[in-house]
């Protein structure tokens, strides 16, 4: 199918701030809604990029929330997902249509989850759980009272309820008191008021001094002799060399075994991605996720032009983009901390030099941002690319934040 749009993601938070789907749609210009036929080419491409035939379903536990109009409630692409990770959103005053309604139920029947869009939660009431899995509502932080007592009978129910839209913490944290999922948007990339500069604590600051030794080339002696001041990550090393399919053919028992079958590339990739997972912020869950896929879909961007080499060091720069947040200290100290190549530097600080273009443009990704086609233009990147890379990082961040 040729595609000329983008894909936008938006979590859905748990009221403990993890990931627990992505409402996935096509950037659109100004208010037009997306045509029937621009719904059924996004459940199509989805299905085909992360249903495999042989591993399933590449997103782990991840729902994935797609708009739906009646006309695309048959859709053949629809059989090729899964329907308990599967959740079509659709404005409930449709359903006033008999045979949309019988379309939706046949398809809550054979487990497709259903999202209740404009919902007058007063007039549908109990039938609300024969038709909907989730209902989506109008959340404002002005009277929580009164609407805690409006979602009392929907709690009671089955139905998971969905805030929308949360535009501060504030409201995420009345949503979260309330029991409701929130869609949020950007809001996990602004820091939270109130949070205090927490720096590293002691397994950060052993990972960012091992970093600093893998990037001067240090002996493995070294980075043994360092590795081994901490049980804990010795262990995660050892398990992640036995188990990543490096086709050693038997076990590695040694971590100077480990770091000489690894490389001191991965090594140091590895070591990224470890220094985000060891965050204790408050809300790293959805931001150390937000973090390796936009490391992920910058490498994966640029590794047509650059190759390799340059993209590894380009997912670097896409983990660190959010180590501030992460780490809870600013860029500049956590720059301050490790040495990086002029070119990571001049990508985290302006998003300039050769890498810094595809650092934008996968944060762009995370947002309708118009700057999504012109960056990829100047990329000379297609919108399929982008959109099959955008997947694929999805895809991959489940496989290495699950395992």
């Known amino acids: 199918m040729h595609q000329t749009n983008f894909l936008v993601r938006e979590p ?45 379903w590449l997103l782990r536990d991840k729902m994935l929330f797609l708009q739906a109009v009646p006309e695309m409630l048959s859709t053949d692409a629809l059989y090729n997902m899964p329907p308990e990770h599967t959740v079509l959103s659709i404005r409930a005053p449709m359903l006033a249509n008999a045979d949309t309604l019988a379309a939706v139920q046949g398809l809550r029947a054979g487990g497709v989850g259903i999202l209740l869009r404009d919902a007058d939660l007063a007039r549908v009431g109990s039938r609300l759980g024969t038709i909907a899995s989730f209902v989506e509502v109008k959340f404002t932080g002005a009277d929580v009272a009164s609407q805690a007592r409006a979602y009392a009978a929907l709690k009671a129910s089955n139905l998971r309820m969905i805030g929308r839209p949360v535009a501060t913490w504030n409201d ?35 990972i960012m001094q091992l970093m600093q030794m893998v990037s001067a080339n240090a002996d493995v002696k070294n980075l043994e002799d ?19 399919g490096f086709g050693a053919g038997r076990e590695i028992t040694s971590l100077r075994q480990a770091i000489t079958m690894l490389g001191y590339e991965p090594l140091y990739r590895w070591l990224t991605l470890l220094l985000a997972t060891a965050s204790t912020n408050g809300y790293s869950p959805v931001l150390l996720e937000t973090a390796v896929v936009r490391g992920r879909l910058a490498e994966l961007l640029g590794l047509k032009a650059l ?70 233009s100047t990329l000379n990147l297609s919108p399929a690319e982008v959109n099959k890379a955008h997947l694929e990082a999805l895809a991959w961040t489940q496989s290495v934040t699950t395992s």
């Open 12 to 56: 859905l938070l748990d009221p403990a701030q993890k990931v627990v789907g992505y409402e996935l749609t096509w950037q659109q210009q100004g208010s037009t809604p997306p045509t029937r036929a621009q719904l059924e080419d996004l459940v199509g491409f989805v299905a085909g990029e992360v249903n495999d035939d042989g591993q399933g």
């Open 307 to 376: 190759g390799k080499a340059d993209a590894e060091n380009i997912f670097v720069a896409g983990m660190f983009s959010l180590l501030d947040r992460l780490l809870g200290m600013p860029m500049q100290e956590v720059l301050a901390g490790i040495q990086l190549s002029d070119d990571v530097v001049a990508a985290l600080m302006s998003r300039s030099g050769k890498y810094g273009p595809y650092l934008a443009l996968a944060e762009a990704c995370e947002l309708n941002s118009d700057l999504v086609a012109s960056l990829a």
């Open 226 to 244: 360092v590795l081994r001041r901490d049980a804990a990550l010795s262990y995660q090393l050892m398990r992640y060399i036995n188990s990543a």
């Open 172 to 206: 995420f944290d009345a949503c979260a008191a309330l029991g409701l999922d929130a869609f949020v948007g950007k809001l996990h990339l602004t820091p939270r008021p109130g949070t205090s500069v927490q720096g590293m604590n002691p397994a950060q600051t052993l």
